[in-house]
């Protein structure tokens, strides 16, 4: 079942068919919001607005524009722009506690694995904010680049710029360290 | 050096290389150099897992509880899909026609007597 015809099924009267989009969602909105340094309890809040927001507009969904995934985390995107400026950056998490998960392969020791870790997310807060949403939302699979271009409101290649120039930053703050 | 450039742009760009590009940056210095300093970042970013919020247990039925309490969603009327606007924008179009019509009319019939002829 395609969202289309899952919203198709909520405006016909079928609100149940709400919740599969919600199953459906859930995961990678947490993770884009996550990705974005919000905790737990503030990514609960934001995700629980975007699905009832979503759920609220739903009868101005038009998919001939957009793709429902695309008008999700463009929502959400919003959302998130506007709780971070109302807390006005001090209360941001900036991706606090960095669990590596297994040790890349190039790299035995977890001491190693770890001070990259922690260096990778001190480089990732210091990305400037347009830079970090589309490089993240290049990361969460469910969109194609196309459709971050549509999320971000750019050309494609204003996101393709963005990203290389995010991974060109990143791999700097890697590698100076490193050596 | 198009081909060093195009290879080193999809790995910056963290895009997928193609068997031959592959093959080209295993035998490129230039290239495999790139490739080296991109693969810390690509491996790194693959382990990151900063503490990540979590997707709570009933969620979804919390969202649903939510919904439940707002009416249905309606279909919103495009503003051209509504008769009203379909019937201004219809009788504009039919006005346009018969002025343009008549302008022309008007133009060949001035033109004519203009020239001589008999009105």
Known sequence: MDDEFLVRQILGGNREAFRLLVLRYQRPLFRFLGLLGFAQDAAEDLAQQTFLRVYRALGSFDPRQAKFSTWLFTIAKRLAANERQRAHHHREQPLGDVVPQQPPSTAADPAVTAERARRLSAAIAALPDALRTTFFLSQINELTLDEVAAVEGCALGTVKSRIHRAREQLRAALVEEET | ?119
């Not at chain 2, 970013?45 to 969202?63: C, H, I, S």
């Not at chain 2, 009203?84 to 179009?93: E, G, Y």
């Open chain 2, 1 to 119: 050096m198009d081909r060093c450039n195009e290879t080193q742009e999809k790995i910056a760009a963290g895009q997928a290389l193609s068997a031959e590009q592959q093959a080209h940056a295993a035998g490129c210095a230039s290239c495999a150099a790139v490739v080296a300093s991109y693969s810390l970042l690509d491996a790194t970013l693959e382990t990151f897992a900063p503490a990540m919020p979590e997707v709570p247990r009933g969620f979804a039925d919390r969202v649903m509880g939510l919904v439940a309490r707002e009416d249905l969603p309606v279909r919103a009327a495009r503003w051209f899909e509504r008769r009203p606007i379909q019937l201004v924008v219809a009788n504009a179009a039919a006005l346009c026609a018969v002025f343009n019509v008549a302008w022309f009319l008007v133009r060949v019939f001035v033109a004519d007597v203009a020239m001589g002829g008999t009105p």
